[in-house]
Nanobody, 121 residues
Framework: QVQLVESGGGLVQPGGSLRLSCVASGILLSAYEADWYREAPGKQRDLVAIITSGGSTVYADSVKGRFTISRDNAKNTVHLQMNSLTPEDTAVYYC???????????????WGQGTQVTVSS
């Protein structure tokens, strides 16, 4: 059974940093694309960052230059380093692992339960 478990969320002040982790089990993460999404209260779930199976990365304009997505294949883990956080970054952050080619989902599509990030003074 495939399982994704996010961790690393919490309460930080504006300008602070957090590092989120997504540990996968029941799946070989190196063979899949991994994405981070976020969902703020009352809003749609939005794509934040992508890392492909080949290591290419894509970021939403709102986080480009501040967030970095990476993978540690030896630990079957995806990370999201978040710097210069603002209150607009407050949301539940979700890990998504999928089969994808050319930006299109081609098969498997898995989600974690999410981790809360709150940016406030």
């Amino acid at each position: 059974q495939v399982q994704l478990v996010e961790s690393g969320g919490g309460l930080v002040q504006p300008g602070g940093s957090l590092r989120l982790s997504c540990v996968a089990s029941g799946i070989l993460l190196s063979a899949y694309e991994a994405d981070w999404y976020r969902e703020a209260p009352g809003k749609q779930r939005d794509l934040v960052a992508i890392i492909t199976s080949g290591g290419s990365t894509v970021y939403a304009d709102s986080v480009k230059g501040r967030f970095t997505i990476s993978r540690d294949n030896a630990k079957n883990t995806v990370h999201l380093q978040m710097n210069s956080l603002t209150p607009e970054d407050t949301a539940v952050y979700y890990c998504n692992v999928k089969s994808a080619v050319g930006g299109m989902t081609t098969g498997d599509d898995y989600w974690g339960q999410g981790t809360q990030v709150t940016v406030s003074s």
